[in-house]
């Protein structure tokens, strides 16, 4: 039975969040909630139940924790987790994949109409007393690469079905490929960002997926063509793409996702880029549900 249980917060969002806050208090828990001043090692010295955000949990931070018991995940990406030390050990952790997946999708489709239609680029030349009166292309009938098919990048195909888009679909996995349909095809990589006018990623941060977009993958795509980024910004290479950018100004690059973050390297200097501070899983509904997933997750850890 959970008896005023001590779990340390250290997800930003939740903290935030009295709703949430008030859901895990109603489990008959206490809160601790960090006030990001004093330093993690330190906040977490005596914990043994924790719910986490993005902040990083290596090796070497995880090893001084000795009381530590159970992890439960806010949000779905786990590249800040040390998941093999983590195995290895006898810290339970409870992760809760695709719960944010209606929003980030809904981003991911914004970003694709403002990219292709270039709303970003004369939106911004307004604001300077420029009337530059540029449309852009239709995303409609067009081919969207969507490189990883989980819940997000699936969700994603299904709001662009009324766009009677072809999907051309990749994952770094070969083996998760499956059959084509109609509109949805599965293609190596090559062939996707050579094929498509609009790339969405949708991939977790691994060291194959680390600058899986550099200079070759860029000068492969097309001249005008839109990379969306809502994964990890290290998927990026930063370098080759403000290069990019730079020497291709009818491609566009729009990222919630940078390196480091927050932000203030040289990208926000061209036109034919849109950046947006990480925000895109942090819809209303979205920390609604991944706070209620964590949460949930902490009860199952301590009923265990």
Known sequence: MI??????????????????????TALGTTPVLWDQQEPLEIFLKDAKWLIVGTEKFDQHL??????????????????????????????????????????????????????????????MKLRQNIWH????????????????????????????????????????????????????????????????????LHIPLTPQTRNLINKQSLEKMKTNSVLVNTSRGEIVDENAMLKHLEANTYFQYLADTHTPEPYQGKMVEFDNFMGTPHSAGNSIEAVLAMGSAAITGMKKLLDE
């Open 133 to 200: 009166k540029d449309g852009g292309q239709n995303l409609s009938l067009k081919t969207v690469g969507i490189i990883g098919f989980g819940h997000v990048g699936q969700e994603l195909a299904r709001l662009l079905k009324p766009f009677n888009c072809q999907l051309l679909v990749s994952e770094i996995d070969k083996s998760k490929h499956k059959s084509s349909t109609d509109n949805v095809k599965f293609v190596d990589f090559k062939t996707l960002i050579q094929e498509s006018h609009a790339v969405s």
């Open 3 to 24: 008896n005023k249980t001590v779990v340390h917060v250290t997800s930003k969002s939740l903290c935030k969040s009295t709703e949430l806050i008030h859901q895990l």
């Open 62 to 123: 995880l090893k001084k924790l000795q009381n530590l018991k159970g992890i439960s995940k806010y949000g779905v990406g786990t590249d800040n987790l040390d998941l093999e030390y983590l195995e290895g050990s006898t810290i339970q952790l409870a992760l809760h994949p695709g719960t944010n997946r209606v929003a980030v999708a809904e981003y991911a489709l914004s970003f694709l109409l403002t990219g292709m239609h270039l709303m970003h680029t004369t939106s």
